[in-house]
């Protein structure tokens, strides 16, 4: 499963809490595009700002609702025990698989690191996503403790966080990760405006964030990059740049995607947990004209 | 109460979940040494790995056996819903004040942190101290924004994470940010290295992670600081230098801190949270020599 479009749906609130309703739209949205697997609990999925309970439910909706299409879901906490906890209850919900993040609020050591994937490895009956996210972990993985995570049992994928802009040096980056993980781990990328680059590189899946509200556009560019046509699936990512550029201007693509799914009416307004705001003001009038300009609906 | 040494102690774990007669015993010895209020639940007091609950425990457990010594409660979590529940607790459970600092998964922008504090300080009964920790949360204040929230209602104190290493920069640093904010808003230091050079600078307070620990070494240094003695107070954390080495060489105070209850037999080991680790190895050792030499104890 850890092979093309992994698409990672927004975990929408309303005014009552989670919008049920809504986040089962957007399961049965990615199942009928077709993406090849569903990542619900993921950053976009807001996983950090849910409580166990709130997780376990997402975690069951999701495994229904998806039918045949494998289901991830992440099990990210800052302590061990709730790791556990959520693994256990996104195995009894179903999930094909879990993705783990080394969340933390003390940053972590690459021994505390390699110690909570120990851990959390050895009590999993399915396979797991390593999470290489900096950006909100405060913790950088060497490629080295990538190969011994790696190695641990049950380890199926790593999600890196995106690679270098020139395509050789992209290839370079997945080849010098891959010489030190074993055969059966595939290489994900994310942040997606590296898409193409990542894919052309040599990356089994990408792990996409917008993917989960415009599953069609980001399936087109899976597919050509899966076909060989590297130019192609270039093409169809820089022709969104104007979408990436708003991403890097708002911190990232939960606001932007947050705000999208509003603007679309598929999601109430706000639905992001306090203090999160989606993307306001200008930002969101250029949002709604790119939406249209850029046919992503 | 938000002048002279406020001491955060750590909240223990054992086998069976909080170690809750250690940290009694910890709170205890706070009062005993005669700090001017105790910090519980703090980044020391591992407040980001605890449940909601356990932290209603933790703070009923530290008013009640803190007596007369004024309780600050920390209340921070990545999402508002959570923070304003946590601040309901600790006011029920009878804290003094609360400290709230912007906990994020995702970074969060300016605006978003000052809705965060908004929303907070208007719930409020007891006073707020606003915890600015870049290390942890990922966000950097700027000072106007600590001016803007400095003048919300119930905020009373400001946790610095540390000043410049020149005396007279320390001032000026101090001196800009007191330029900012009402008159009745104190300014305290954290990191403890820094603690002379911030209370010498004209901070008010010293929140110490290590003062949670060693009472007694570090209420002589505030008091030599209140009393004018600028030079005795930075001759006495001089004195503590191979300290300060060793938690800027392990990724801050808490796993020296932790590691020091430990071999004082004032907490079963391990005490941390996992993935947490306490200082061991080398590290430990020197630790253990220096509680002697320094005469912690």
């Known amino acids: 499963m850890f092979t093309g479009l992994s698409a990672f749906p927004l975990t929408p609130l309303n005014a009552s809490g ?43 909706l999701a495994v229904q609702y998806a039918g045949d299409t494998p289901v991830m879901v992440g099990i990210g906490a800052v302590r061990t025990r709730d790791v556990l906890t959520l693994a256990e209850d996104a195995q009894q919900a179903g999930a094909s698989a879990v993705m783990l993040a080394p969340v933390s609020y003390q940053r972590l050591s690459p021994e505390e690191v390699y110690g909570l994937f120990e851990d959390v490895t050895r009590a999993l009956s399915v396979p797991l996503c390593v999470y290489d996210n900096p950006g909100t972990t405060n913790f950088t993985f060497s490629d080295e403790l990538h190969g011994e995570i790696a190695h641990l049992p049950n380890v199926a994928s790593i999600k890196i966080p995106g ?109 992001l947990p306090r203090p999160l705001k989606a993307v306001d003001g200008e930002a969101r009038q250029r949002l709604a004209a790119l939406i249209d300009e850029l046919a992503l609906a």
Chains 1, 2 share one sequence.
């Open 163 to 271: 690679v270098p802009n020139d395509p050789a040096e992209a290839k370079a980056r997945v080849a010098r990760l891959r010489a030190l993980i074993p055969v059966h781990v595939t290489i994900g990328v994310s942040g997606d405006a590296f898409a193409a680059l990542g894919l052309n590189a040599g990356c089994e899946v990408w792990y996409s964030a917008i993917g989960g509200t415009f599953p069609k556009t980001m399936l087109a560019i899976t597919r050509a990059a899966q076909a060989g046509d590297a130019e192609e699936a270039t093409r169809l990512v820089e022709r969104l740049r104007p979408l990436w550029q708003l991403f890097s201007e708002t911190g990232g693509s939960l606001r932007v995607t947050a705000a999208a799914a509003e603007l679309q009416g598929l999601v109430e307004s706000p639905c």
């Open 18 to 60: 989670i919008d049920e309703a809504a986040f089962v739209r957007l399961v049965e949205r990615l199942v009928a595009a077709g993406v090849d697997s569903i990542g619900a609990l993921g950053s976009t999925g807001n996983y950090a700002y849910l409580s166990v309970a709130e997780r376990a439910r997402v975690a069951q």
